[in-house]
């Protein structure tokens, strides 16, 4: 039996484990055998040799971040000016159009762009809503892409089959009808997921939203997610106009729609959730039904500060997430982890959040909305991710009396070693599996394609 190779980070100058006792090391050590964490504490903990060794110094170190929401084909269509000052619904329509003109390749290029720079900022794990498949667009270029860069990947099949002659929000072009949707979502389960401990890849089922599939999709996609044992993931609750539509449409709040479609439950979790009212909070948590925080395209598209710490406080998993790029406009995780402690206190008070919850909704909460007890803490058994800040970066300059909190305070800018699965994807800052400035060079290109038609 040939020998798993071993890495073992050492002398941290504070791990952060987020495990059950929160624990916070000086002097954090840990040790990995193939893509396993089996040893956390100090040097004395630890087997003596490895075959690889990082001197982690003069590091902060934490569990990998989970994004729990994202678009990433919409990096292509950042800050485009028609719709920089729109709400949710402008916004949407104004992008469509472009959207609809699409690509294999664009998807493919979008996607390894947008887990670059989730992995620059902290993040080893990542959801990505696709939900528009114009001219041979397939969810096979968003895994290909992910397999490359080494990103643990949770790909969302989305769909939208309800269109504007029919009473939905987007043109009838970028609709599919829904035996396609049922049919190619059956084939991607049966192709790629992975239901085991340590899964690089899982597949989720997610209908877009209430505005733009019907009710016969939303029941027949959790069915097959539950036949399966996949998960499902929604929009929800997103803004006022999105509770105006729930009501005129189906007579009722988004919560109890999701409700009565048999839309709650630990294998469900739906993103944003701003308009959740103490009824849907309170039949969330008691269905373990997930939540994916957006502060970040929350504030951009003006929709509200979603009530995450009356959330937690009710038993609701809430993890983070980027959301779309197009409505963010970014993917840096970290960032989003600093923004959700700081939108909670505009909302909610000074003790609202503090950098450490922000912290563990990033890691802990992001595993338990998706599903997992695998990743989101470091402990022995535990899958090997985790990420390094160097703590003599100008964003940590002056904050050295708490590391900790200043990893969330600070505007840290990004890691500088990340370990995914056991291997290192970024080492000294520079990603260890693709070469960023062609990508991004070709990603501007077809950017450019993309929105000027």
């Known amino acids: 039996m040939t020998k798993e190779r071993s890495l073992q980070i050492r002398d941290a100058a504070v791990l952060v484990t987020m495990d059950d006792a929160r624990r916070e090391i000086a002097g954090g050590c840990v040790h990995i055998e193939g893509n396993r964490v089996v040893a956390v504490g100090t040097r004395a903990d630890m087997p003596e040799t490895a075959d690889e060794v990082l001197d982690l110094a003069g590091h902060v170190v934490i569990p990998g971040l989970i994004n729990t929401h994202h678009h990433m084909y919409q990096s292509l269509t950042r800050v485009v000016p028609a719709v920089q000052d729109g709400e949710l619904f402008g916004w949407l329509r104004g992008l469509y159009p472009i959207w609809a003109r699409l690509t294999p390749e664009m998807i493919g290029v979008s996607t390894q762009t947008a887990m670059a720079e989730l992995l620059l900022s902290g993040c080893t794990t990542s959801s990505d809503h696709l939900y528009v498949y114009p001219n041979g667009c397939r969810l096979d270029d968003s895994i290909a892409a992910a397999a490359e860069i080494g990103m643990r990947f949770h790909a969302a099949r989305g769909s939208m089959s309800v269109g504007e002659s029919k009473g939905g929000l987007p043109p009838d072009s970028c609709v599919e009808e829904e035996e396609t949707i049922l049919r190619d979502s059956q084939r991607l389960i049966e192709s790629y997921h992975d239901p085991e401990r340590f899964s690089m890849l899982r597949l989720v089922l997610a209908p877009c939203s209430p505005f733009s599939v019907s009710t016969d999709l939303m029941r027949a996609s959790a069915e097959m997610a539950r036949a399966y044992g996949v998960s499902l993931h929604t929009h929800l609750a997103e803004n006022d106009n999105d509770i105006a539509y729930s009501r005129e449409k189906f007579g009722r709040t988004p919560a109890q729609y999701a409700e009565d479609l048999g839309w709650l439950g630990h294998d469900v979790w739906h993103a944003h959730c701003v308009k ?100 989101g803490h470091l402990a022995p058994g535990m899958a090997a991710d985790l990420v390094a800040f160097d703590l003599s970066g100008i964003g940590f300059a002056g904050g050295l009396h708490d590391p900790v909190a200043a990893l969330v305070f600070n505007a840290v800018p990004s890691v500088a070693f990340a370990v995914v699965n056991g291997r290192v994807v970024a080492r000294d800052g520079q990603l260890t599996t693709l070469d960023l400035g062609p990508l991004i060079e070709r990603h501007n290109r077809l950017a450019r394609t993309l929105v000027n038609g």
């Open 276 to 375: 959740l009212d103490a009824p849907g909070i309170a039949a969330f948590a008691r269905t373990g039904t997930g939540v994916a925080h957006c502060p970040c395209s929350n504030m951009r598209l003006a929709s509200g500060i979603a009530p995450v710490r009356r959330m937690i406080d009710a038993g609701v998993p809430v993890g983070l997430g980027v959301d779309g790029s197009a409505s963010n406009d970014s993917s840096h995780m970290l960032g989003e982890v600093r923004q959700s402690l700081l939108l909670q206190r505009v909302g909610f008070g000074p003790d609202a959040m503090t950098a450490r919850q922000a912290l563990e909704i990033a890691t802990r909460g992001g595993a338990r909305v998706l599903n997992r007890d695998d990743i």
